[in-house]
């Protein structure tokens, strides 16, 4: 059979041909490694996870709405930051080799094309140290789950909650309402107050003269009825507050402390309801708090 294209075409022709499958089949493997890796991110953002008070006190009934919407929110971003990263990866490793393939039929010399490319990869490495550095720290950051969205955390340079994480930089709003943005790269320790549970000190001075097994069954009978309250301990309180003893001694005032394990970032609220309690209980039984 006579061929329709004269015989010096042939060549180009497969050539072409082939050409053209390498970039198909390259866009096409490019689709599926994006589609599984969305699939996967997902699936990973949209799991659900029980109630961090209820883990904590091994009850997994108890609704707490704004707490798992916040730890929601922070496992989403954290599984489609990854995703990103894994989909780039997956494109540049796969358009890469499609495009050293296609050089490669079209008898294109790739060795020095790719020594070309080390050196200036190694030249553009030395001037975004930094960036890369700020990267790095952002995806081990991410790996290890060191902090997320809503988090109350100390970095050094700033304190505050946590409102934007990204491989570059995290983004803080303090408690005087500013914005601080950080470079993740330039973050040396993270000290997280949202992470597992939170604890409530309160210290309640009263007079040295004071009647110490009085007071401390008054204490305890504050942390009880507080105990007893579903407002807080179904919500809020993790373990039974504890009246710890007397905590210090001076010649005007015998400091006793009262300790509380709450949730995550509500410490501050029971601590303030402890001292309005205490100070109610104090009043009631005509016991002077030190001045």
């Known amino acids: 059979m006579q061929s329709v294209l004269p015989d010096a075409w042939a060549p180009a022709v497969a050539g072409a041909i082939a050409i053209v499958l390498v970039v198909l089949v390259a866009l096409v493997t490019r689709n599926v490694a994006n ?6 991110v997902r699936r990973a953002s ?9 883990r904590l006190r091994g009850k997994q009934n108890i609704p707490l709405e704004g707490l798992d919407a916040v730890a929601a929110e922070r496992r989403r971003q954290r599984a489609e930051t990854i995703g990103s990263v894994l989909r780039s990866v997956a ?3 796969i358009l890469g080799t499609a495009v050293l393939t296609v050089l490669d039929r079209l008898s294109v010399p790739i060795a020095p ?5 080390g050196i200036v990869g190694v030249a553009v490495g030395f001037g975004a140290q930094e960036l890369v550095k700020d990267f790095i720290a952002g995806m081990f950051m991410l790996l290890e789950d060191q902090y997320g969205v809503g988090d109350v955390i100390d970095a050094g340079a700033a304190a505050g909650t946590v409102e934007a994480v990204t491989l570059r ?24 107050e949202s992470q597992g549970w939170a604890r409530a000190v309160v210290d309640v001075p009263v007079a040295y003269a004071s009647d110490i097994p009085a007071v401390r069954e008054l204490l305890q009978q504050v942390v009880d009825d507080m105990w007893k309250d579903p407002a807080y301990r179904d919500a809020v309180l993790v373990e039974e507050p504890q009246v710890w ?27 303030r309801e402890l001292r309005l309690r205490v100070k109610s209980a104090l009043d009631r039984a005509a016991i002077p708090i030190a001045g």
């Open 91 to 93: 494109s540049v490793v």
């Open 169 to 192: 930089i995290t983004r803080l709003r303090d408690n005087d309402g500013r914005v601080w943005y950080i470079r993740n790269g330039t973050i040396v320790r993270v000290g997280n």
């Open 46 to 54: 949209s799991s659900n996870g029980s109630s961090i008070a209820g």
């Open 245 to 271: 003893g007397i905590e210090q001694i001076s010649d005007t005032a015998i400091v006793f402390r009262i300790s509380a394990k709450t949730i995550p970032s509500r410490q501050s609220e029971i601590a």
């Open 35 to 40: 589609r599984l890796i969305t699939r996967v």
């Open 113 to 117: 094309l790719l020594t070309s490319v």
